[in-house]
């Protein structure tokens, strides 16, 4: 079993929607959770972390995990063209500085 | 200088060649990463350096040796490289230790695309 798992393919969302990702991971035992962005030709940057069970939000982004399930999702509200990019989920035990990345998510926002 | 920077940003080598990646981080981080980017999978943990330890992925082939000479800098040396090896190579660096609650939180450079003929 994959550590990390983004098993979606592209995903095409018109400009103003609601663009939905999901990730699963398979150790019981990781306490920390980040989405990282990455546009065509450049590095990941980190956008969002989470760290306990239910809802984080900054801006137009909303993290949410769900430990008992083992599963993270990002929302990407009222999506923009600069949003289009693929997203990183990585996951890790806290104070261990090994992240466990999944193959990432590419989002296409359609004007 | 700001965050991770690279050198180069693309290399092209032969098999027989021996050439270094080049990282230098200005963020105070005290450790310091190579990942291994290439199409259609996760980014790969290859060498980790934190608080002058080196803990490394051992599934990494011994034609990639890193050194790191200080926090500040890490460098990965390449010697007789295949076609397979070639992908964007990342570096990263971070604040790990006691009371840092944000592990994971890594500031990568922007990769060095290396090409192995």
């Known amino acids: 079993q994959k550590e990390v798992e983004q098993n979606s393919g592209p995903l095409s969302v018109p400009e103003g929607a609601i663009a939905s990702l999901n990730c699963t991971y398979s150790?019981?035992?990781?306490?920390?959770f980040f989405w990282y962005r990455q546009y065509s030709g450049k590095s990941p940057e980190l956008i969002m972390s989470i760290y306990s069970n239910g809802d984080k939000e900054d801006g137009r982004f909303t993290a949410q995990l769900n430990k008992a399930s083992q599963y993270v999702s990002l929302l990407i509200r009222d999506s923009q063209p600069s949003d289009s990019a693929t997203y990183l989920c990585a996951v890790n035990h806290y104070g261990n500085n090994r992240l466990a990345f999944g193959k990432g998510n590419q989002v296409v926002v359609i004007p | 200088e700001t965050g991770v920077t690279q050198t180069p940003r693309h290399l092209v080598m032969g098999m027989t060649n021996k050439k270094s990646l080049k990282c230098e981080q200005h963020?105070?981080?005290?450790?310091m990463y190579w990942y291994k980017q290439s199409a259609k999978k996760p980014l790969e943990l290859m060498f980790v350096?934190?608080?002058?330890?080196?803990?490394e992925n051992n599934s990494v082939p011994s034609r990639f040796s890193p050194e790191c000479p200080n926090s500040s800098h890490l460098f990965l040396h390449l010697h007789t490289l295949q076609p397979e090896d070639s992908a964007l190579y990342l570096c990263?660096?971070?604040?790990?230790?006691?009371?840092?609650?944000?592990?994971?939180?890594?500031?990568f450079g922007e990769g060095s695309r290396l090409t192995v003929l």
């Open positions: 990263a660096s971070s604040q790990v230790g006691p009371g840092v609650s944000n592990t994971g939180e890594l500031f």
């Open positions: 350096y934190s608080l002058e330890e080196r803990v």
């Open positions: 963020l105070g981080h005290n450790a």
């Open positions: 150790d019981r035992g990781s306490q920390s």
